[in-house]
């Protein structure tokens, strides 16, 4: 097992910067998310990392060991590709044993190596079949199963469940964690769905434009975003921003949106934010903090209440989308199922402004 570094790693192509000055370090035997959306950087990173792709600058460490001119074999890592990358003339069997077979590795300890994998993921009953004749998952397990062979030092996935069913990736994302608590092995997960990234990283590093956004736990980053586009790619739906400033209303201090829209900031943050009196800021709130006031939830502050249009609702069973509107600003709100919220009609609402985050407008970073 080995902890990894990313040491002020740039990846060019020409002119074009795909990585700008990641630094990155992963301890051993963690599960660390690069997540972020398409174009972002994040395959690129993995495809370095691996030994694919060379870098323009920079170091990349595994172990205590640089890798900057060591091929891909002699890594220690095994990736898992969102192809899957099986070879079909092969059984399940001699795909998972390959690369066993190419190390010279004795029979029997492959023998072993791939009964062992295939038990861990249950698929023994399928070692004797080609990959023609297993479903999208099952073929993504035999991809895990020839990684897991490897007993490599770190473990590399790029967008393994991309392409399975809404189940399967569901089914497959707690797989993979059990898996890294099984094995206590470094593991390194590309995805651009930040339910994967929030439900299986120890920690998530948010990745836009080749640049490192943030790099937090899972509950940080939704509770203390370092920017707007943080805020915005965590959460879903995403949060909800307003052009807004923050002035002094009566005895405290209120988020003024539109003529009719001044939000009241409760006297727990008003030293926080009395310094910002009068700044142009954004103001930030997400969907699940905004409430039907008949249900809202016990302890949460309900000073902060307005009536609103409904625009459009959508039913998701167990909570209601509610896309809603106030002094011409629309925005969306996760309520309890048993709102009577309608098209068309009025809606008393409750905002948690506990729950707020404000942004400076020009920068975008996160002023809390």
Not at 102 to 110: F, G, H, T
Not at 172 to 185: D, G, M, P, V
Not at 273 to 288: L, T
């Amino acid at each position: 097992m080995a902890g990894i570094t990313f040491d002020h790693v740039w990846k060019q192509y020409g002119e074009v910067a795909v990585l700008k000055d990641l630094t990155i370090e992963i301890s051993d035997g963690e599960f660390l998310v690069l997540v972020g959306p398409s174009g972002c950087g994040k395959s690129t990173a993995l495809r370095c990392l691996a030994g694919l792709e060379e870098i323009t600058k920079g170091r990349i460490i595994i172990g205590d060991r640089v890798v900057n001119d060591v091929p891909p074999k002699d890594r220690d890592i095994a990736m898992v590709f969102q192809s899957y990358a099986l070879y079909p003339h092969m059984s399940v069997y001699d795909n998972m044993a390959f690369g066993l077979n190419l190390r010279k590795v004795p029979k029997a300890e492959i023998d072993k190596r791939v009964k062992d994998a295939a038990d861990m993921l249950d698929i023994r009953l399928l070692l004797d079949r080609k990959p023609k004749a297993l479903s999208g998952g099952q073929r993504q397990r035999v991809a895990l199963g020839r990684a897991i062979v490897r007993d490599p030092a770190v473990f590399l996935m790029d967008e393994p469940l991309s392409n399975l069913d809404a189940k399967l990736r569901v089914q497959t994302r707690a797989e993979i964690s059990k898996l890294h608590q099984r094995l206590k092995t470094t593991f390194i997960y590309v995805t651009h769905d930040q339910t994967e990234a929030m439900t299986m990283g120890t920690r998530i590093a948010v990745m836009n434009d080749g640049i490192l956004q943030q790099l937090d736990s899972p509950q940080n980053l939704y509770d203390s975003p370092a920017n707007m586009f943080v805020a915005s790619f965590i959460g879903s739906p995403a949060m909800n921003f307003f052009e807004a400033k923050i002035d002094r209303v009566g005895s405290g201090l209120g988020v003024v949106i539109g003529k009719d829209f001044v939000v009241p900031v409760p006297a727990s943050k008003a030293d926080t934010f009395g310094s910002h009196v009068g700044k142009d800021i954004c103001f930030g709130i997400r969907p699940e903090d905004i409430h039907d006031s008949h249900y809202v939830a016990r302890g949460v502050d309900e000073s902060a209440k307005f009536t609103v249009q409904v625009n459009l609702t959508e039913a998701m069973g167990s909570e209601v989308y509610a896309y809603i509107e106030i002094s011409g600003k629309e925005f969306i709100g996760r309520l309890d199922p048993r709102t009577t919220a309608r098209p068309g009609q009025s809606l008393e609402i409750v905002i948690d402004m506990e729950k707020m985050h404000i942004f400076d407008r020009k920068s975008e970073v996160a002023l809390v």
